[in-house]
Structures are given as C-alpha cells and as structure tokens.
T-cell receptor, first 117, second 112 residues
Framework: EVQLVESGGGLVQPGGSLRLSCAASGFTISSYWMGWVRQAPGKGLEWVANIKQDGSEKYYVDSVKGRFTISRDTAQNSLYLQMNSLRAEDTAVYYCAQAMGGAFDYWGQGTLATVSS | DIVMTQTPLSSPVTLGQPASISCRSSQSLVHSDGNTYLSWLQQRPGQPPRLLIYKISNRFSGVPDRFSGSGAGTDFTLKISRVEAEDVGVYYC?????????FGPGTKVDVK
C-alpha cells in the first residue's frame, strides 16, 4: 500500500526557515517523479515543485524560486522541501505527492506551515 | 503559464442526478510525447486531494465508474452520472503538459 506521511510544519516568523519531510512507503521514490503542492487556508491548490526520478531535474513555481529547494534521500525513501526566507503568503498546508502519467496519483495528509510574527 | 478555468464554480446538485464540470486551458495540453496531461481531482471536506481521472479519461484505481472524463485540446469535462452524498466536495482540473503545473480554481459540488 502506497503511503506518504508529511512532517516538519509549524509556526515560523517571516524570514525564517522550515524543512518539510515526506516519508514514503509501499513504493520506491527513485522510480517516480515526486512533487509538493500547497493549499493556503480556504484557497485552491497550487503546485510548488517537482523532482525527477533520478534527481537530475527540478522545477519550481516562480514564487518560490531561489527560496525553496526540493530534494530526496533514496536511502530514507523520503522527499524534502527546504523553505527559506519564508513570507506570510507561504502559509499553507503542504502536500507531497507521487507523480505518474502526468498526474499526482497518491497524496499525503499534508503538513501545515504558518508564517507569522 | 497555462491558465486553467472551470465552470461552474459552484454546483448544487440533487442526489441521484447527473453533474458536469467544464475545464478550459489557455493553451493546448497536448504534450510533445502525444499525450494530453489533463487530470481531475476530488477534495472532500477536511481531506487531501484524491486523483479521479488522468490523461483526460482514464479512471484511477478504485474510482467508481459514475465518474467519467472527456475532451481534447483545450476543452475538457468531468461528468458524474448520478451524484451520491460522498461526492460532495471541491473538484479541480490540473494540467501537467508543461511546467509550471497549474490547477483550475475548483468547483464546489454540494447537495441542494
């Protein structure tokens, strides 16, 4: 059974950093594209970043380029999102997802990151 | 960036009746590999999104056959043949033909 479990969210001040983790089980992350999608409170879905199976390609939404870094650890079978220089508008539930066939087929439950002073 | 629009944004439905949601993209979603990367997701209240349909019309594992997808190029439709109570939620279309991946604004389906 495929499972994705996010962690690492919390309250951080503007300008601060958070590192989100996503522990995968039931499959090997090195066999799939993986991604992060966020949802601000009461709002719709926004794609944040994707990483290719071998880690050779990474893509980001413009609003996080230069501030967020997606990475993975195949030994831990985990995906990460390092978020620096956080802004109030980064407040959201962050979901990790497995990507296949041009769609996000499995999603985690999400972790809430709140940026506020 | 490809802009995704959905209509309607809200759809009150009667249980047992059909429902339809339209999604339009600002550019063709046909990828250079020949596939059209348009998918539909459902988000029930308080839950993460769930994949329903991928590549226009392919139902994901475990998705009831009352859900169907159709369309081509820039115009796509999700249909629910007979709405059940568990179908209440927000439905999103998503394109992955090119980066950045973009979502529609969502269509809220609730019971009249």
């Amino acid at each position: 059974e495929v499972q994705l479990v996010e962690s690492g969210g919390g309250l951080v001040q503007p300008g601060g950093s958070l590192r989100l983790s996503c522990a995968a089980s039931g499959f090997t992350i090195s066999s799939y594209w993986m991604g992060w999608v966020r949802q601000a409170p009461g709002k719709g879905l926004e794609w944040v970043a994707n990483i290719k199976q071998d880690g050779s390609e990474k893509y980001y939404v413009d609003s996080v380029k230069g501030r967020f870094t997606i990475s993975r650890d195949t030994a831990q079978n985990s995906l990460y999102l390092q978020m620096n220089s956080l802004r109030a508008e980064d407040t959201a539930v962050y979901y990790c997802a497995q990507a296949m066939g041009g769609a996000f087929d499995y999603w985690g439950q999400g972790t809430l990151a709140t940026v506020s002073s | 960036d490809i802009v995704m629009t959905q209509t309607p944004l809200s759809s009150p439905v009667t249980l047992g009746q059909p429902a339809s949601i339209s999604c339009r993209s600002s550019q063709s979603l046909v990828h250079s590999d020949g596939n059209t990367y348009l998918s539909w997701l459902q988000q029930r209240p308080g839950q993460p999104p769930r994949l329903l349909i991928y590549k226009i019309s392919n139902r994901f594992s475990g998705v009831p056959d009352r859900f169907s997808g159709s369309g081509a190029g820039t115009d796509f439709t999700l249909k629910i043949s007979r709405v059940e109570a568990e179908d209440v939620g927000v439905y999103y279309c998503m394109q992955a033909a090119q980066f950045p991946i973009t979502f529609g604004p969502g269509t809220k389906v609730d019971v009249k």
